[in-house]
C-alpha cells in the first residue's frame, strides 16, 4: 500500500541542479537522512546525559548487579530462593510468579468470558441482559480499583479462626484460600507425562484417521477412543503405582492452618482482578465470534443431517475460531501485562521485584530495561504464534 | 453492538417489520419458549429477585445515610454512605490545602463547561474555541497553582484527586492524539526510514506494560537531561501516559487509513495537492471517521488507565480513596468507598461512551 502515496511522479532524467534538488526520489532521500541523522544524534545526545548523570551519582553501570548477592526476602517462591541469592534469580523468582499468576488468571478469564460470552446471545432475555451488564460494569471499571477492591476484600475476611467454609473444600479466610489437596506422590509426575502422552497419541490417532478417510472415504469415529486415551493413559498409571489416595484436608490450627495447600491473599486478589477485567472483553470477544458464523450456515448443516457435534466441529468452530483467536491472544497478553499491577498489593512478580533491585542498586535503566525486555519477549512470541495459528485456519483460497 | 444481539436473539418478525410485537408474544419468545428456556428463567429470575433485595437492603433500608460517628455505622446492618460524607473530601481532592478546596471545585466547573461545550458541533469554530480554551487554561492554571491574584502557590505534588485526574486524562488525549496520527502516518509514509522509525516506536511500546513506561517517566527520564534541568514529575508522568496512549490509537488510526481507497490518493495526485494537502484535507478526515468508534474505545481506556498513577505516587482518586481507608474509624467501609470511585469512573466512561455513539450519528447523517 506503500506505493499510494502522493506525488510520485514517473522517473524523468534529471537535466539540471534545480531538477535534481526538486526531483522526488531525491527529496525522499534527503528527508530520509535527516530523520535518521536527527533520530541518531538525539539518541547519542540522551546516551551522553545518562552517562555524565551516572557518574556523577556514582552509579554502576552495566549488568553486573545480576550476579551480585540480593539480601531481600521474597514471600512468595516456586523455586528456592533466599536472601544470599543474586538479584538475577529474584528476577527470576518474580518472572515465574508473573507467568504463574498470569496462566491462573488466564484459565479463570477465559472460563468466565466464554460462559458470559454465549449468555449475550442466550436467546434468554434475561440471562442475556444480566450478561450485557456484567460486561459494561466489568470492563469499565479500572483494573487497578478492581485488583485493590478484592484485595481489601481479603484482608477484611475473617481470621482462619472464623473462616468461611467452603463446602469441606477448603477455607476463605484473610490468610488467602486454603483447599484440599491430594499429597504429593510419585505418581503425579508419572501420571502427568502420561496425560501429555495421551493428547499426543490421540492428536496421532486422529491425524491418521483422517487420512484413512481421505483415502478411502470411510469415516473412524475417534471421539472415543480420544478421550479413552487422554484420560485413560493417567487413570492406568495411577493404578500401576497403586492408587495413592492419601488427602490433605485443611484444618484450623492456632492462628493459621495446617494442612491442605494455600494462596496467598495477594494472588487470589491480583488473580480475581485482572481475570474478571479480562473476561468482560473476552466475552464480547467470543459473542463476535459466535454472530460471525450465519445461522443460515447452521440450518443448512442441519438440513444434510450432520450431527450437532459435527456442525460444531465442522461448520461454527472454524469460523468462530477465526474471529475469536486473534483478540483473544491479544487479550491474555495484556492480562499478562495486566498482572504487572502486582506491586500495588505487594504480590513479588517481576515489577515488583524489579522495582526492588531498582531502588537497592539505583541502576534504573537497566532494571526496567530488563522488565521490558521480559515483557517484549512475551508480546513478541504470543505475536508469532498468532500469526503461525493465523496462517493455519486462514481461510484457503484455491 | 445491543442492536445486533437483539436482533439474534428475538426471532425476526417475519411479515411486516413495523408491526407491534404483542406482550404474550414477546413473553414466549424470550423467556417461555420452552420448557428449559422457562425453567432458566425462573432460576435466574430468582436469582436476580435475591440479588435486587440484598442490595435494597444492604444499600437503602438498612443503610447509614448521614452520621459522623464511625460506631453508628458499625451498629448497622447495611452500607455506611456516611463514610462517603465524611470522607468526600480528601477522596475527591487529595492532599490539596483544605482551605483551598474551593479553588477545584472552580477548576472542576470550567473544565466540565469548556469540555462539554467543544463537544457541541454547534460550537466548533475557532472564534469561539481558541478564546474560550485559553480562558480556561489560563484561569484553571491559576486555580490550581495559584500564586496570582492573593491565592496561595500549591505546588503539583499537593494535587491530588478527582481534579488531577481530569488533568491527566486531557493531557493525556491532548498530547497523544497529535502523536498518535504523526505515528500512524510514518508507519504508512512512503520513506522507509520514517517506517522503521514508527514501527519500531509502536510496537515496542505496545509490548510493555504502562507501568514500565511510568517507571522510565519518574527514575529514567532525568537521568537523559543534561545536569541541572529538570522537568516537573507530572508532567514527566502525563507525557508518558500520553505516549502509551498515542501508540495504540496510532494502531487504530493506520486501521482507518488503511480503509481509503487508493483512488482518493490519486485523485488529489491529479490535482496536484502536496502530501500533506492530502493528507489534511482529504486523507485524515476521512480516516478518523472510519475509525471513530476504536478511537473512542481507546480514549476511554486512557480515561482508566490514569489510575495507574496510584503506582508512582501520585494521588489521583483511587490513591487518595485508598490513602483515606487507612483511618482505622472508617477502614471498615471500603467497600462503600470504592464502589463510589467506581461509580465516578463508570459515569465519565459512559458519558463518552454516549457522546461517541451521538456523534457516529452526526457522521452517518453527514453532519459532520
Known sequence: MTDASPGRSGARPARNLKDI????????????????????????????????????????????????????????????????????????VGLINTLTVSAAGIVVATVIGFSVGIARVSTNWLLQRIATAYVEIVRNIPVILQVIFWA??????????????????????????????????????????????????????????????????????????????????????????????????????????????????????????ISLYSSGFIAEIVRAGIQATPRGQVEAARSIALRPRFILRYVVLPQALRVIVPPLTSQYVSLIKNSSIAVVIGYPDLVNIGNTVMNQTGQAVEAIAVMMMVYLIISVVTSLLMNAYNRLVAIKER | MTTISSQIATPAPTYDPHARISGTVWLKANLFGSIWQSLLTVIVAAGLIRFFWFVLDWGVINAVFYTTDPDVCRAATGACWAVIVEKHRPMLFGLYPYDEHWRLVLMMVIYLVTVVISLWPRFWNLRLLVPLWIFATLSIGALMFGGVLGLRYVATSEWGGLPLTMLLFTGTVLIGMPVAVLLALGRRAPLPVARGVSVVFIESLRGVPLITILFVAVNVFPLFLPAGMEVNKLLRITVGIAIFFACYQAEVIRGGLQAIPRGQYEAAQSLSLSYWQTTRTIILPQALRISLPAITNHIIAAMKNTSFVIIIGLFDILTATTAVMQDPLWRKFYVEAYLFVAAVYLFFGYALSLYARQVEKWIASGRI
Open chain 1, 152 to 273: 481489601a476484600v481479603i484482608r477484611n475476611l475473617p481470621a482462619p479462626r472464623q473462616a468461611i467454609e467452603l463446602w469441606g473444600l477448603g477455607f476463605l479466610s484473610n490468610r488467602g484460600l486454603t483447599f484440599v489437596m491430594p499429597v504429593a506422590h510419585a505418581a503425579h509426575v508419572w501420571m502427568l507425562a502420561a496425560l501429555v502422552t495421551g493428547i499426543v497419541l490421540a492428536a496421532a490417532a486422529s491425524h491418521l484417521a483422517k487420512r484413512h478417510r481421505e483415502a478411502t472415504g470411510r469415516y473412524v469415529d475417534m471421539l472415543w477412543p480420544s478421550i479413552a486415551l487422554i484420560a485413560g493413559l493417567p487413570l492406568l498409571v495411577w493404578l500401576v503405582f497403586g492408587a495413592p489416595h492419601a488427602i490433605s484436608y485443611p484444618q484450623r490450627q492456632g492462628f493459621n492452618f495446617a494442612g491442605g495447600a494455600t494462596i496467598s491473599p495477594e494472588f487470589v486478589a491480583l488473580m480475581a482482578g
Open chain 1, 21 to 92: 534538488l526538486y526531483s522526488e526520489s531525491f527529496r525522499t532521500v534527503i528527508y530520509q537522512v535527516a530523520l535518521a541523522a536527527a533520530v541518531a544524534l538525539l539518541g547519542f545526545y540522551l546516551y551522553q546525559n545518562v552517562i555524565a548523570n551516572l557518574s556523577r551519582q556514582n552509579i554502576a553501570t552495566g549488568f553486573g548487579f545480576l550476579d551480585q548477592v540480593a539480601q531481600f526476602e521474597i514471600g512468595e517462591t516456586l523455586i528456592a530462593y533466599s536472601s544470599r541469592d543474586t538479584y538475577g534469580r529474584a528476577l527470576l
